[in-house]
Structures are given as C-alpha cells and as structure tokens.
C-alpha cells in the first residue's frame, strides 16, 4: 500500500466550529507532515511529525492543533478559524533517519477547506 | 538561505515536442533535489530525485532531469510532451533544520496544446 489518505475530502465550516482532519499511512513511513497550499502556490509548510514526535512547527497560530496518535496517523484539529484560513490542506509522510534526508514525500489527495 | 527558484510561471510546448521546465537551487552542503508533479484538486507526486552520482536522473513517466553544480541548476525534461502532461510542476530541496523538510519552488504550470 503505497497510498495516503486524507477525510473529509471537503469541508465547510464556521469560524466557531471545532473540526478536525485525518490522515493516514500504512507504509511504515515515522515522518509525517500537514502543508497548507493556496490556489496555484507551493505548499506551505506547517508542521513535521517524527517518530511520533513534533519536530517543527513553522510558527502556526494556535487554531490549528497537530496530534499523532500514532506511527500511521495524523491529525490536525481546527478551532476559530479565520476565512483566510480557507485552503488544500495536504499531508504527507516519508521514510526517515537520521541519515536519510533524501526521502521523497508520499502526499495525500488534500481537504479543500472553506472558512466562512 | 536554502532557496529554490522556478524562473518561468509558465511553459506551453506543442504536443511531440521537447519540453524544459527550468529550476535553479541555493543550498549549502550537497544538495537533494526533487522534482514533484501536481494535478488539479490533487496532492503531488513525486516525479524523480537528485541525490548523488550520475548528473541524469530518470524518474516517472518519461520524465528526467539533468544536475548541473557549476550552474547550480535542476532542470525538468521530457524528449515528447504529452497533452497528459499538463499540470503543475515543482521543483524542491531537503533540508534539515532540526527535522527533515523540502523547500519547494514557486512551480511552473506546464501547458502541452495538441
């Protein structure tokens, strides 16, 4: 199984509501990350996950809560969100170590998110 | 500053025709190099790397891409592009800062009319 999943696939919601993304791996991959992308832009990213651990967080406000239950899954809980926050979100994974840099990254199909 | 940048916003090439999607890197230490491909409403898939040894790297779908140190270049390639291959295309360095992660380019929308 080479494949990441992501659910919802689209998601609509309010900037009170309280939701969460979900991501999945089954390639034995211990790196996991959650990009932001805006239309026709890279990829920001937002937080990498390793062995399990948070290793970055590229200065995300703190609407936006990561958590790892586990090596296959990631989440990333969602609170207050601002319109602006409206977005492809994508996650990711990779094999890695501490000398494999050069792993590609595995991505997920998105959530397209929308903020009203 | 790690950086990578994609000069071109956009590329059209005819179908049949060669196509060159350019790339240019700033690293310091060796770099390693990516090249990833995006479809619409979809997450990327990676195309082909760059880590050491031969300057050519063949990857996906035909495509492959030529490692240049001196002109720190990483540029994209395909001998006969398909309408199929339009899409976004980036370019990208993996860094580590504390945790692995890739820097992408700006991406460049490749069109292929037929």
Not at chain 1, 70 to 90: I, M, T
Not at chain 2, 20 to 25: I, L
Request: hydrophobic share 35%.
């Amino acid at each position: 199984d080479t494949e990441v999943t992501q659910t919802p696939k689209h998601l609509v919601m309010g900037m009170t509501n309280k939701k969460s993304l979900k991501c999945e791996q089954h390639m034995g991959h211990r790196a996991m990350y959650w990009y932001k992308q805006k239309a026709k832009k890279p990829p920001e990213l937002m937080f990498v996950y390793s062995y399990e651990k948070l290793s970055i967080n590229e200065s995300v406000p703190s609407r936006f809560s990561p958590e790892c239950p586990n090596s296959s899954l990631l989440n990333l809980h969602l609170h207050a969100l601002q319109p602006e926050d409206s977005a492809l979100y994508l996650c990711a994974s990779s094999q890695e170590g501490s000398a494999s840099s050069y792993n590609e990254q595995f991505f997920g199909p998105g959530t397209r998110l929308t903020v009203l | 500053a790690q950086s990578v940048a994609q000069p071109e916003d956009q590329v059209n090439v005819a179908e049949g025709n060669p196509l060159t999607v350019k790339c240019t890197y700033s690293v310091s230490g060796n770099p390693y190099l990516f090249w990833y491909v995006q479809y619409p409403n979809r997450g990327l898939q990676f195309l082909l790397k760059y880590i050491t040894g031969d300057n050519l790297v063949k990857g996906s779908y035909g495509f492959e891409a030529e490692f240049n140190k001196s002109q720190t270049s990483f540029h994209l390639k395909k001998p006969s592009a398909l309408v199929s291959d339009s899409a976004l295309y980036f370019c990208a360095v993996r860094v580590y800062t504390g945790g692995f992660k890739t820097i992408f380019g700006a991406g460049t929308r490749l069109f292929v009319k037929a």
